[in-house]
């Protein structure tokens, strides 16, 4: 017999543990970023970590933020993703980026974002534009920052 339900970790546990988890694949001296994708269902659908492009060569081009040459993990987990209808979930080690947060709302079968650590875009913070968070808000996709 199982203990108490309240011992076992939730979905978003689960989800963060996972991209977590897929963020030790990452070969970025800098940060290694991993992303898991479940479908309503909570079953995992995709991943991905932050990686170069198939049979490049698996290192940063530069150390300036947005200069790594990398495509990001959840990009990854996106392409990557046996889509099993819609209302998903992507749980991502770091908040999305811009353009990534684009690219989520462009799959449109993403309605929630959950990270684990905030990242600010230097040049966008400096410019007064909005974050990837902002922007997946914006598009009427919930984001939970669980830290």
């Keep these: ?3 108490p339900t309240s011992s076992r970790p939730s979905f978003d546990d689960l989800g963060l543990a996972t991209a977590a988890l897929w963020a030790t694949r990452s070969a ?19 991943v991905g970590y932050n990686g ?3 049979g490049e060569p698996n290192e940063r081009e530069s150390m300036e933020q947005g200069l790594s040459g990398f495509i990001h993990a959840e990009v990854n987990a996106l392409l990557a993703a046996n889509w ?37 875009e230097q040049a966008r913070v400096e ?10 808000t914006a598009a009427g996709i919930q984001v939970d920052a669980l830290t």
């Design 1 to 3: 017999m199982s203990g």
């Design 28 to 46: 970025d001296a800098k940060v290694q970023v991993g992303a898991c994708l479940l479908d309503h269902n909570n079953r995992v659908v995709g």
């Design 52 to 54: 170069r492009a198939a």
């Design 84 to 120: 099993n209808g819609e209302r998903h979930t992507l749980y991502v080690t770091h908040e999305p980026c811009a353009t990534c947060a684009r690219l989520i709302v462009n799959s449109r079968r993403v309605v929630r974002v959950v990270y684990a650590t905030a990242y600010a």
């Design 127 to 136: 410019s007064g534009l909005p974050s990837g968070a902002q922007i997946l």
